[in-house]
T-cell receptor
């Protein structure tokens, strides 16, 4: 059974601090996505990582993918309150098309 | 900016009834998806659709579910005989190249 595990599940951090969210998955894939979801809202695509060693950065967020370790990280630099949200990773295992398996989500609260 | 739209925003139905959830993807997109999210839980992939046919589907997407692109703009999800456990938020998404997805605002389905 495929597992996509994120940790931590809940993260409370102070503004200005750095932290990393981890996404482990249990089968081979080189396609990993990160999404953000605000409470009661839809999902917003943050990063698409399509190869081993891929690194992408947008503002205070940086995502990386290590397909050999089956691990992706989402690093937060100098957190601000606006980053408070739930973050999901998702692995694409589709053969003929996309077939996504989502992680459990990490609920991030940034405290002023 | 183009966006994915979904109707209705909230659907209440009786158990055993059929429901159709509607989505209008972004106009030049070719890949379409349905997801569901039970309150407070992770996002679950249902189905991906490309070139007028299902490309991948999950175990959740059984014979009770079907998708259709009845015209050039709409993409629908039908649940033939709803169960209590079908109560969830249903998200539609579309993608131009099958990579970055744009999600709609969701339809909250409540089965009584």
């Amino acid at each position: 059974e495929l597992k996509v595990e994120q940790n931590p599940l809940f993260l409370s951090m102070q503004e200005g601090k750095n932290y990393t969210i981890y996404c482990n998955y249990s089968t081979t894939s080189d396609r990993l996505y990160w999404y953000r979801q605000d409470p009661g809202k839809s999902l917003e695509s943050l990063f698409v990582l399509l190869s081993n060693g891929a690194v992408k950065q947008e503002g205070r967020l940086m995502a990386s993918l290590d397909t050999k370790a089956r691990l992706s990280t989402l690093h937060i630099t100098a957190a601000v309150h606006d980053l408070s949200a739930t973050y999901f990773c998702a692995v694409d295992l589709g053969d003929t098309g996309n077939q996504f398996y989502f992680g459990t989500g990490t609920s991030l609260t940034v405290i002023p | 900016e183009p966006e994915v739209t979904q109707t209705p925003s909230h659907q209440v139905t009786q158990m055993g009834q059929e429901v159709i959830l509607r989505c209008v993807p972004i106009s030049n997109h070719l890949y379409f998806y349905w997801y569901r999210q039970i309150l407070g839980q992770k996002v679950e992939f249902l189905v991906s659709f490309y070139n007028n046919e299902i490309s991948e589907k999950s175990e959740i997407f059984d014979d009770q579910f079907s998708v259709e692109r009845p015209d050039g703009s709409n993409f629908t999800l039908k649940i033939r005989s709803t169960k209590l456990e079908d109560s969830a938020m249903y998200f539609c998404a579309s993608s131009e190249w099958g990579i970055t997805q744009y999600f709609g605002p969701g339809t909250r389905l409540t089965v009584l």
